[in-house]
């Protein structure tokens, strides 16, 4: 089939069974819903009920976005929780306002550069120190990140909040495929945890139909009458300690009594007609995008803007080569580098990046690599798949696009209290010039170092027009969540199509290092439709899929509505009213 025949498929309001299995997913007609008040677009039909439950309470934006969270460390534990953290961005509707929430794990007082330069497996799957066990896990951010939202936005009592994921930890639910899957994969790792074991049977390492977790219910019951305070100072930061220790970790007490939610200024940028908001560093979703974005619309003519062809996935991979390239060389925890963002965004330095590009020719990465003088490089510091996205917009306007992490797959594989504890440290350089989990190679900015924060590629965005929001968006997926989002906000906004359409959408990604285009193996674009890319140089590698993106589109009218989406990717529901 022509590609362009493809695309005119896809702009239609809901793909067909034959189409979807095409690209390797289920007819999903409840992954796009379209509600008039509110909405909530999860990952986990679960995790959307819980925050809907907590809208229809009376809830606000962060109320329900709070509920959703804590529903999600249960539910989908492999992806996040009270053991992980994240990034918040929320628009007030009440005065136009912004706030971002740096709620990421920091490194314990223990930490040093070289911690894991020479480190060995320590058996089966991702089991490097910095990925398995005690040493991978860096201070919990989640329960300060949501306190911090709820003191400053909720308006519900917080038993209200709670009480969805307290049900699910008590009575139980059912997990779903992928969660089998991936329990069954590192259930060697696991079956020695006295919460995990519970779940499966130990002779055929599947998951029991139904299971529980009454100690993190207990844990939740705690937030519920204490906030966070208990989760830092009181008995359930020493389990933390205790678990953290005991499995080889450098947790003390002080570490995560010091913990402390972070306020910090969001990026943003004028492309195409809007204003795009997202994740400042530590994270390098933000500056990636907008430096992406700035490139596209230098590169693609506006008369071509709405079309769908292989002109526009050839920029999209040459344009993300050298901000990959930037985060590894500059971007690091703001607190302990100089992260030079103004030189980085210059428009003279944009330009020269953008007169490298050859319409018919894939360039090597190194040719957008644009380096910055000597005197503005990092200082250097003092002497340090498992992701969800989540997008609510209430009846009053406000939105939240939060992503929360306790990185790969039920983190760091092990529990206290009941909660799953990250492996976050994994994020750092092990060092300069070595690859992590998801291949992005380290840089002397994000070395280990005590209280530091590692790099993150989270990137939860807000899309403005000039009258005010019009798309929540983000990801899970490591270093394809930034390319992920922009191309589904891209898709959705730039060229017209329906978001379910393009958070469906086959999609590419380019990080630098390695060297390769990054293409979804179960894709209606095969590799005879992305030829185009071939001819010009581009070399393939094959994935699962490219991400996993939740997004609420608002639009205005006279009769205005919310079309919320969950990736049918990973079967998330979207909910609201």
């Known amino acids: 089939m022509h590609r362009n025949a493809i695309v005119k498929s896809l702009r239609v309001v809901a793909l067909g069974s034959v189409a979807l299995a095409c690209l390797g997913l289920?007819?999903?007609?409840?992954?796009?819903?379209?509600?008039?008040?509110?909405?909530?677009?999860?990952?986990?039909?679960?995790?959307?009920?819980?925050?809907?439950?907590?809208?229809?309470?009376?809830?606000?934006?962060?109320?329900?976005?709070?509920?959703?969270?804590?529903?999600?460390?249960v539910v989908s534990p492999a992806s996040s929780g009270l053991g992980g953290g994240g990034f918040a961005l929320y628009y007030r509707a009440s005065d136009r306002s912004l706030t971002f929430l740096d709620f990421r794990e920091m490194a314990p007082s223990g930490a040093t550069e070289d911690m894991f330069k020479d480190q060995k497996p320590l058996g089966g799957p991702i089991?490097?120190?910095?990925?398995?066990?005690?040493?991978?896990?860096?201070?919990p951010g989640e329960p300060a990140g949501i306190d911090a939202l709820l003191t400053r936005f909720g308006k519900v009592?917080?038993?209200?909040?709670?009480?969805?994921?307290?049900?699910?930890?008590?009575?139980?639910?059912?997990?779903?495929?992928?969660?089998?899957?991936?329990?069954?994969?590192?259930?060697?790792?696991?079956?020695?945890?006295?919460?995990?074991?519970?779940?499966?049977?130990?002779?055929?390492?599947?998951?029991?139909?139904?299971?529980?977790?009454?100690?993190?219910?207990?844990?939740?019951?705690?937030?519920?009458?204490?906030?966070?305070?208990?989760?830092?100072?009181?008995?359930?930061?020493?389990?933390i300690v205790r678990?953290?220790?005991?499995?080889?970790?450098?947790?003390?007490?002080?570490?995560?009594?010091?913990?402390?939610?972070?306020d910090r200024k969001p990026l943003e940028g004028e492309y195409f007609g809007y204003r795009?908001?997202?994740?400042?560093?530590?994270?390098?979703?933000?500056?990636?995008?907008?430096?992406?974005?700035?490139?596209?619309?230098?590169?693609?003519?506006?008369?071509?803007r709405k079309h769908t062809d292989e002109h526009i996935d050839h920029a999209f991979v040459e344009s993300w080569k050298g901000p990959y390239l930037d985060r590894m060389q500059y971007?690091?925890?703001?607190?302990?580098?100089?992260?030079?963002?103004?030189?980085?965004?210059?428009?003279?330095?944009?330009?020269?990046?953008?007169?490298?590009?050859?319409?018919?020719?894939?360039?090597?990465?190194?040719?957008?690599?644009?380096?910055?003088?000597?005197?503005?490089?990092?200082?250097?510091?003092p002497d340090n798949a498992g992701t969800s996205h989540l997008c609510v917009v209430d009846s009053e306007g406000n939105v939240a696009s939060i992503t929360t992490t306790v990185n790969l797959a039920f983190g760091a594989r092990y529990t206290a209290a009941g909660i799953v504890l990250n492996d976050q440290m994994d994020d750092f350089a092990a060092d300069v010039g070595k690859s992590n989990a998801f291949g992005l190679m380290g840089g002397a900015p994000n070395l280990?170092?005590?209280?530091?924060?590692?790099?993150?590629?989270?990137?939860?965005?807000?899309?403005f027009d000039a009258n005010g929001p019009v798309l929540c968006v983000?990801?899970?997926?490591?270093?394809?969540?930034?390319?992920?989002?922009?191309?589904?906000?891209?898709?959705?906004l730039v060229q017209g199509m329906p978001l379910g359409d393009a958070v469906r959408f086959p999609r590419v990604h380019h990080q630098a290092s390695p060297d390769r285009t990054r293409v979804e193996s179960k894709s209606m674009r095969g590799l005879t439709e992305l030829a185009h890319l071939q001819y010009r140089g581009h070399s393939f590698e094959k994935s699962d899929h490219n991400a996993v993106v939740q997004a609420i589109q608002i639009v205005r009218g006279p009769s205005p509505t919310l079309i919320a989406t969950s990736d049918p990717r990973k079967g998330g529901t979207p909910a609201g009213q």
């Open 26 to 73: 289920d007819p999903a007609p409840n992954a796009t819903q379209t509600f008039e008040r509110w909405a909530v677009a999860a990952d986990h039909p679960l995790a959307s009920a819980a925050g809907a439950e907590v809208l229809a309470a009376g809830g606000t934006a962060a109320d329900a976005a709070a509920a959703t969270m804590l529903a999600l460390g």
């Open 127 to 139: 089991s490097n120190p910095s990925q398995l066990g005690g040493l991978s896990s860096g201070v």
């Open 157 to 239: 009592k917080r038993s209200v909040v709670t009480a969805p994921a307290i049900r699910y930890a008590e009575k139980g639910f059912e997990p779903r495929g992928e969660v089998a899957e991936i329990f069954s994969a590192f259930a060697d790792q696991m079956r020695d945890d006295r919460v995990f074991r519970t779940w499966f049977d130990g002779k055929t390492n599947k998951l029991k139909p139904r299971i529980t977790n009454p100690a993190l219910g207990k844990s939740i019951r705690a937030f519920a009458a204490g906030g966070a305070k208990p989760f830092y100072e009181g008995a359930i930061a020493k389990a």
């Open 243 to 262: 678990e953290n220790r005991a499995h080889g970790g450098l947790f003390t007490d002080a570490d995560l009594k010091n913990y402390k939610v972070v």
């Open 276 to 304: 795009w908001v997202s994740s400042p560093p530590p994270s390098a979703g933000g500056y990636t995008m907008l430096a992406s974005l700035a490139l596209l619309e230098r590169w693609i003519p506006e008369g071509d």
């Open 331 to 381: 971007l690091g925890d703001p607190d302990f580098a100089d992260v030079p963002l103004a030189e980085l965004g210059a428009t003279s330095r944009i330009e020269s990046r953008a007169a490298h590009f050859r319409p018919g020719v894939a360039m090597a990465p190194v040719i957008y690599a644009e380096p910055l003088p000597r005197e503005t490089r990092p200082a250097k510091h």
């Open 448 to 463: 280990p170092a005590p209280g530091k924060r590692p790099l993150s590629s989270m990137s939860p965005t807000i899309v």
């Open 474 to 492: 983000g990801g899970s997926g490591g270093s394809r969540i930034i390319t992920a989002t922009e191309q589904v906000a891209f898709h959705t």
